[in-house]
């Protein structure tokens, strides 16, 4: 039980994620299956899902909802990706799309999925609207978990888990854990993650959650998501990109992931050893399973990443960091429209039980990893590829101060004290992506 649960909080982080995970083609010959922010899923990510229960934003099945359906959710042992002639990129109706618009590319499998996202799309910023005319279509579904990109379609696929307002609508999607939840259990670590505003929780509760709090979940999730769109697909390469080949055939570079692998490196070979063991699953080596939370800490604190995800590379194309990309964009953005603080860490556990702050330990803690000059860096290099011409030069030469680290810190050994103390928080984390 309690490996299970330190797996669990290890893979509690942003996207991602889901969250740069590819699985290879049987022929080992290049890119086939893009899963960007998951890794491989055994029965397929689509295993559950009918293209028959997709409806279009009003509620409606029609021809054009039908055609999302069928160009998006393929089988990839039978199905053929459509060609963007048939689906073509939002960005070739405009480069900076509206409501309607993107409502138009939606696809849902219950029509509450369509009225939350419409009612919290309302309150995003351009910045959003902006990124996703990168994307061919918008998929929810009940069954998709994690969250993921994918570079065949160029669409977005997102888990409801991010846009439930009421008890009912949590109830009604699947409570299925994240498929990559036991890979962890063979380190002695765990891996915690949160967005905060003012010391508390930023996306509520697994309980409640008020309309703000779910527009922030859904923003993150989204900024993440949207990175690697953008990253793949830059808007202004395929606005007139419509042709008889699928999207896939589009990628001539991926912009951002390619420039800071070649100019601002991630440079630990542990961490990116552990990121496959954390996100793939690989058998832990003895020297990685005994690794303490103070060790990992003080390797990742010397490094570029704001995030353990940042270091898991894609095996196609070889060494690239599409995680690194949407992770650095995600905060980065969070902090500039928002105002919200990321905090992350390293613990051990104290007790098989894991459910509140006391039963952990915290060994190396931060909170707004961008702040650090080394990471920072990179977080513009990134912003500069994905939002050409952005005016926030600003944030990037005067970072805001830094927020103050609230996040499980008053650690002891003791034995457990009442909810009313500090250290007996309710231990929250970010959904999966």
Not at 266 to 294: E, F, K, P, Y
Not at 385 to 405: M, Q, R, W
Not at 408 to 422: D, K, N
């Amino acid at each position: 039980m309690l490996q299970k649960l330190m797996s669990l909080f290890a893979i509690l982080i942003t996207c991602i994620f889901l969250p740069a995970c590819e699985k290879a083609p049987a022929n080992n010959t290049g890119p086939a299956f893009h899963l960007i922010s998951n890794d491989n899923f055994e029965e397929g990510p689509f295993a559950y899902i009918d293209k028959a229960d997709f409806i279009d934003s009003q509620g409606q099945v029609t021809a054009h909802s039908q055609l999302l359906a069928r160009c998006s959710v393929l089988d990839e042992h039978s199905d053929t990706p459509c060609d963007t002639q048939t689906l073509p990129f939002l960005a070739s109706e405009n480069l900076n799309p509206n409501t309607q618009q993107i409502l138009n590319r939606l696809i849902v499998s219950d029509l509450w999925m369509a009225d939350n996202f419409a009612l919290l799309l309302q309150d995003m910023p351009a910045d959003m609207y902006r990124l996703f005319a990168s994307t061919t279509a918008i998929v929810i579904h009940r069954e998709i978990r994690p969250a993921f990109f994918w570079s065949e379609t160029g669409a977005i696929y997102l888990d409801p888990a991010y846009l439930w307002l009421t008890q009912t609508q949590k109830n009604s999607i699947s409570q299925d854990a994240d498929y990559r939840a036991d890979f962890a259990s063979q380190l002695k670590f765990i891996n915690l993650a949160r967005y905060s505003i003012d010391g508390d929780f930023a996306f509520g509760s697994n309980a409640n959650r008020n309309t703000q709090q779910t527009l922030y979940a859904l923003s993150a999730l989204l900024f993440h998501e949207l990175a690697h769109a953008n990253d793949f697909f830059p808007p202004a390469s395929v606005s007139t990109a419509a042709s008889k080949h699928p999207a896939e055939q589009l990628i001539i570079a991926h912009t951002a992931s390619s420039l800071s692998n070649s100019s601002l490196p991630l440079q630990s070979d542990i961490w990116h050893r552990l990121a496959n063991v954390i996100w793939r699953g690989i058998d832990a080596s003895a020297d990685l399973s005994s690794l303490t939370a103070s060790d990992v800490g003080q390797l990742f604190a010397v490094d570029g990443a704001n995030d353990a995800y940042n270091f898991l590379e894609t095996p196609y194309p070889e060494g690239l960091h599409f995680e690194d990309t949407a992770m650095l964009f995600e905060e980065v953005m969070m902090k500039i429209h928002y105002d919200i603080d990321r905090e992350i860490a390293f613990a051990t556990a104290l007790n098989d039980t894991i459910a509140l702050c006391s039963d952990l330990r915290v060994h190396w803690q931060a909170i707004n990893r961008y702040r650090e000059d080394h990471v920072l860096i990179r977080a513009q290099l990134i912003i500069d590829v994905l939002l050409p011409g952005h005016n926030y030069d600003g944030f990037f030469i005067h970072p805001p101060a830094a927020g103050i680290y609230t996040y499980c810190v008053a650690q002891t050994t003791q034995s457990r004290q009442s909810l009313s103390t500090p250290s007996s928080i309710p231990l929250q984390s970010h959904f999966w992506h």
